[in-house]
């Protein structure tokens, strides 16, 4: 593709995708195996690669450095960090993390993950806009000045329970592009914290049991938009949350097959396991030993209008109840709306949603008004079970239907309603015989073809290989790619193969060295394509292996731009000690990209030190800042070029 033009490839691209001999080699034959074989043999041979013709910038190698490395010709700034004001001008964030819960209301939350960019409307797209982003959890040690003190027994006081509440949920900033080209959070009516506190609809088949009310969003991951504006935010580690002290406690089955426990999310300190959040020692709904808490009113996507500071988030429990990663959503040829997920979990499940109704482009197209119709509440729920043979089939999760048992009764345990298949999605999907992948991220769907990407970061407990989780102990993690029959999202049947195993190919001391064609990586987790069909890798290389054997040559986490005709991978940014990159978003002319620093600084044990705050990172502030910080930045060409040219 010519890089001075804003002229797209997709023509081009299918027909490449269409006529390269692999992939109609697996789509005729279906014979997953040669494709494995051929994967294989490019990775015996990976100097006869061709160069992408998609990307052009630089490659960067592996990075230890303590901040964010781009390609030559390339900047890369802070924009929005935890603590920041999201008017943009007060209360400032205290580098000794002394801000107060009322404070940290009115500020960036921590742990930023998934975020969408959205146009004002009456203002240039590429100068001006809203950032939604997620913050998927804390750091309950440098969240406070004194750290989780006092330990328990004394309990978590009130005011400490409400910042961290505070901390969980979603950021909507005001972000414009200045006269000296950096972009800045400014003030605006619309700028916004969700929390997880906020009040909230649940909708979909789980309000015949739940109710139609909620309150709050936590553990907020990747996310995905609509295409009539709206800002999908997806539930992942909800049960980290949850816990009790009631004496005795014993998880049910079904709080079990989502990980509720009695600690829920907890450090080691002194080889005794002390609960991170002990929320519930505050607030029953959080206590798993209260009738009806709030453990299965989490676990949703949730639908936000980004644009109307007012409207109320709608959890829509029609999409299933997991550790939701992102939601990518796409417009079927009929005008039906489905939307591809993943359970984040060893073993867990990808899933799809298909609508009843069909999306009328004419009524309301990026308006950001929230969904009345039910296009997000009646539809069919799908688990995906890929087959040895290269095709794989999307099994209906409905009562009755794939040896789901009915419920006979309102007391009956065993069986389901169209509410226990919303809630219990899981148990559902597994008598179903959906495929237990190895950890099921990002999904992407290409703008053109609409191939389906799903990043599968890793499964160090994998004992039983399948063709689609070819690797036992797979520490580095896959790609797996599928077309749906007759290219209709809506579709029943699929074809697929593994697009790349991660990991070095030329690592000999390990038997889960990769295929990678180009530069490697480890841990792949967010994916997204860009509207000119390069597919964006970021990493996700846990702390605690990190730097450690047969993780060292790969540095720190990372992002990479990947070309889907040729499979190469290159280098585009390292990020940070102790931190994963996440979130990707750019404005429609590609010239900006926004991408997530989560975490920086955290320790291989989990263990952050408030007295030594900066021991392994002190990005983005510096050596004296107080803290390190998650953040927002921006990545711009000098020259003013595409983000990748
Ligand atoms: Fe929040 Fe699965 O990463
Ligand atoms: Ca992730
Ligand atoms: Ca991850
Ligand atoms: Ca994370």
Redesign the pocket.
């Known amino acids: 593709m010519n890089p001075k033009t804003n002229s797209l490839p997709m023509r081009e691209l299918i027909e490449q995708s269409l006529s390269r001999r692999s992939f109609v080699h697996i789509l005729t034959s279906g014979a997953c195996v040669a494709a494995l074989t051929e994967l294989d043999v490019h990775a015996s041979a990976p100097e006869t690669r061709k160069t992408s013709q998609m990307f052009q910038f630089r490659s960067i190698p592996p990075s230890i450095e303590d901040r964010v490395v781009v390609p030559e010709g390339y900047t890369a700034e802070v924009l929005y960090r935890w603590g920041d004001p999201i008017n943009g001008e007060s209360p400032a964030f205290q580098p000794n993390a002394s801000n107060s819960a009322d404070e940290q209301e009115k500020q960036a939350g921590m742990g930023h ?1 998934g975020m969408e960019f959205f146009p004002l409307p009456g203002f240039d797209p590429n100068e001006r806009g809203l950032l939604a982003i997620n913050h998927e959890y804390t750091d309950q040690i440098l969240l406070f000045a004194d750290g989780i003190e006092p330990l328990p027994p004394q309990p978590m006081p009130m005011e400490k329970v409400r910042k961290s509440i505070a901390s969980h949920g979603v950021s909507i900033v005001e972000i414009a592009k200045q006269k000296d080209g950096r972009w800045q959070v400014v003030k605006s009516p619309r700028a916004r914290r969700i929390t997880a506190d906020t009040p909230m609809s649940l909708a979909g088949p789980a309000k015949e049991k739940l109710g139609t009310e909620a309150r709050g969003t936590v553990n907020n ?2 996310a995905g938009r609509t295409p009539w504006g709206t800002y999908l935010t997806c539930e992942e580690n909800f049960q980290g949350v949850f816990g009790t002290n009631a004496s005795g406690f014993q998880p049910t089955t079904a709080q079990k097959a989502y990980g509720l426990s009695a600690e829920g999310f907890f450090y080691t300190i002194n080889q005794k396991k002390v609960p991170g959040y002990r929320w519930w020692e505050q607030l029953p709904r959080f206590d798993l030993s209260q009738p009806n808490n709030d453990s299965e009113r989490f676990g949703y996507v949730v639908e936000i209008d980004p644009y109307d500071p007012t409207s109320k988030p709608v959890k829509r429990t029609a999409l299933g109840r997991f550790r939701h ?1 992102n939601s990518e959503l796409t417009v079927a040829p009929d005008g039906r709306v489905v939307v591809y997920m993943g359970d ?1 979990e060893m073993d867990q499940h990808v899933y799809k949603f298909v609508s009843e109704g069909k999306w009328d482009p004419t009524s309301k197209a990026g308006t950001g008004v929230l969904e009345t119709s039910g296009l997000l509440d009646k539809g069919t729920l799908y688990a995906a079970r890929f087959n040895a043979d290269g095709t794989g089939t999307w099994l209906e999760l409905a009562p009755g239907v794939n040896n789901i048992p009915r419920k006979s009764s309102p007391t009956d345990t065993e069986g389901f309603d169209a509410a226990d298949i919303a809630i219990h999605s899981r148990m559902a999907a597994k008598i179903a015989g959906a495929t237990p992948m190895d950890r099921p ?2 999904l992407a769907v290409h703008p053109e073809t609409k191939e389906v990407y799903v990043t599968l970061t890793n499964n160090k407990s994998r004992h039983a290989t399948d063709a689609a989780n070819p690797r036992a102990k797979n520490i580095f993690g896959h790609i797996v790619r599928w077309k749906e029959t007759n290219d209709d999202a809506t579709s029943t049947g699929f074809k697929w193969q593994i697009f790349v195993l991660a990991g070095n190919p030329k690592n000999a001391d390990s038997t889960n060295h990769g295929n990678t064609k180009g530069d490697f990586f480890a841990c792949p ?2 994916l997204k394509f860009d509207a000119s069909g390069v597919l964006w890798i970021q990493t ?1 290389m846990s702390s605690s292996v990190m730097g450690k054997e047969g993780y060292a040559e790969l540095g720190h986490n990372m992002m990479l731009a990947a070309d889907p005709i040729t499979g190469e991978t290159r280098r585009f940014l390292t990020g940070p000690r102790g931190c994963e990159i ?1 979130g990707n978003a750019m404005t429609p002319d590609r010239k900006t990209m926004f991408v997530n620093i989560q975490h920086p600084g955290e320790p291989a044990d989990d263990l952050s030190d408030p007295n030594m705050p900066l021991k392994v990172s002190s990005w983005p502030d510096g050596p004296n800042g107080g803290r390190p910080r998650s953040a927002t930045i921006v990545i711009r060409k000098q020259d003013g070029g595409f983000i990748g040219s």
Do not use: H, S
Request: glycine fraction near 10%; include cysteine; charged fraction near 55%.
């Open positions: 993950d991951c990747a990663e984040d991220e990002w987790d967010g996700d996440t």
